[in-house]
């Protein structure tokens, strides 16, 4: 008898790490419940975190959103100190968003909840289990990695003189 193939390993897979992405996001909501904003404005305070000098275009496009809905948003965030709206340098008409100190703070703390709750589960896998797990996730980096054409590769090779 053989094991399974790798198409029902592929999906195997992906409902374990689905149901693992529900329980990590029940525990951003249970971080969230102390903070003073909405499970939308935490996702948007995010998004911007990843991509500094996001125009909102694009955060509406991120969050699948019209550019009046979006820009609301923002509004919200920049009047409660969380994130900063910038003049493109590019485009004086246009404008770019960063998180604001107060705005990096708390989405250091949503990520801190995260490896705090992740880290307690390390705790209880073997060392096998450990190695394996560290194999996978560096897979699933690499792949990551350069399937987005907006990551540079963090060991570039080398060529020949």
């Known amino acids: 008898m053989t094991g399974p193939t790798s198409a029902e390993l592929r999906q195997a897979i992906l409902h374990d790490f689905e149901r693992l992405m529900e329980h990590i ?11 003073d904003v909405t499970m939308p404005q935490a996702r948007c305070l995010i998004f911007v975190g990843l991509r500094p000098a996001l ?19 923002v509004e919200r965030l920049v009047e409660a100190g969380y994130i900063e709206r910038n003049v493109d340098p590019l485009d004086r008409r246009h404008q770019l968003l960063t998180l604001s100190e107060r705005g990096r703070a708390l989405v250091d703390r949503f990520r801190e909840l995260s490896s705090e709750r992740l ?8 060392t096998a289990e450990l ?11 690499r792949e990551a990695r350069t399937d987005d054409p907006s990551t540079e590769p963090s060991h570039p090779e080398r060529t020949p003189a």
């Open 25 to 35: 996001a029940q525990w951003r909501q249970v971080g969230l419940l102390d903070v």
């Open 55 to 73: 125009p909102i275009s694009a955060l509406a496009s991120h969050l699948h959103i019209g550019l009046p809905a979006a820009s609301g948003l």
């Open 119 to 126: 880290g307690d589960l390390l705790h209880g896998l073997s």
């Open 131 to 141: 190695r394996g797990l560290r194999m996978g996730v560096a897979a699933l980096e």
